[in-house]
């Protein structure tokens, strides 16, 4: 579906923005304003995102499909992790400062509403060597 006008209203029907191949999986950037950033992250089974936080940008992810273990914990103590299970339907915020990291034990659809920090990460660990970067 192509980028088109609603007729006398200030709405629009968009494209995905951007589609990101991931080591995990990928990433489709749905709607990026200087507000907010929606994005469709797809977690494939037994991988994982990178253990990290975020300075500033703040999230909130709502998982659609799949099932997910959590690892959450605080900036300020990064070896005390706690494990949660992330089942479809159910929404996680995810202040700054908040370690986590999503391990997906099915294939995994998740919806992430963020603010703008598209860059701010701070990866602890990464399964595919990018510990220290903010690469794809």
Known sequence: MAS??????????????????????????LSVTDRYVLK??????GARFSLQYHEVKEESQHLLSGRIRMLLGKKA????????????????????????RAEALEDSVILEAS???????????DDYAREGTNRP
């Open 77 to 100: 103590d990064p070896e005390t992790l706690e494990t949660a299970q992330f089942l479809p339907g159910e929404t996680l915020h995810i202040l700054p400062g908040t370690i986590h």
């Open 115 to 125: 603010t703008t920090e598209l860059l701010d990460v701070v990866r602890l660990k």
């Open 40 to 45: 469709k992250l797809v977690l494939n089974k």
């Open 4 to 29: 088109h006008p609603v007729p006398d209203l200030k709405a629009e029907f968009l494209e995905p923005v951007r589609i990101v191949k991931k080591p995990w999986g990928r990433e489709e950037w």
